[in-house]
């Protein structure tokens, strides 16, 4: 069953997904976590695929077109802006992980959480975490931007939890490199 949210449509081979935010043992424990939107196992590859789905549109502010608004004080707005989805991409993968990580040891709340899911990954299952973006702009500068700069800020963990793919990327790059994306 295809899952849309965010002007982006994942329409997975098979049913090896789940919704965290579905979850009962998420929903016990959600308080101070953010949970990325859909998790899918990709059992012939033994991947499992993290993914939150975004739809920013483009870089444009309605405030760039009112007088009242200096040059000065839009950059400020679009960086603070940036800052916070950069903010909020990082706190939802690592938040993600650690459920993930919780899981793989075996601990109360992971085993929760491993119930709602249809599939059951090993330490040796490679993990990749998508961060896909509806973006309208013809020029994707911006997602490049974000995408370094979450990256860099992800890595350590990564690193941490051995996660070699993680990824911001816009929709029309993601549709090219997953049949399952549209």
């Not at 483009?58 to 009242?68: F, G, I, K, V, Y």
């Not at 959480?113 to 990749?128: D, G, H, L, M, Y």
């Not at 975490?129 to 974000?146: A, F, G, R």
């Amino acid at each position: 069953m295809p899952i849309t949210e965010s002007s982006i449509t994942l329409n997975f081979p098979d049913n090896n997904y789940f919704r965290l935010c579905d979850c009962d043992g998420y929903k016990a424990i959600q308080n101070n976590f953010a949970e990325m939107d859909v998790c899918w196992y990709d059992l012939t590859s033994d991947t499992l695929y993290i993914i939150e789905l975004k739809n920013w549109a483009n870089n444009t502010l309605a405030e760039e077109s009112d007088a009242n608004y200096t040059p000065d004080e839009i950059q400020k707005m679009k960086a603070g802006i940036s800052n916070y989805r950069i903010g909020n991409l990082l706190k939802k993968s690592v938040d993600t992980t650690c459920m993930f990580m919780s899981i793989l040891l075996g601990k109360v709340n992971g085993i929760k959480i491993q119930q709602c899911s249809p599939f059951t990954i090993s330490n040796n299952s490679t993990i990749k975490l998508l961060s896909i973006i509806n973006w309208t702009d013809i020029d994707s500068t911006y997602i490049s931007n974000i995408n370094t700069q979450y990256k860099s800020k992800f890595n350590s963990y990564a690193k941490l939890f051995d996660i070699k793919t993680f990824l911001v990327l816009p929709k029309d790059k993601a549709t090219q490199l997953f049949t399952w994306i549209s």
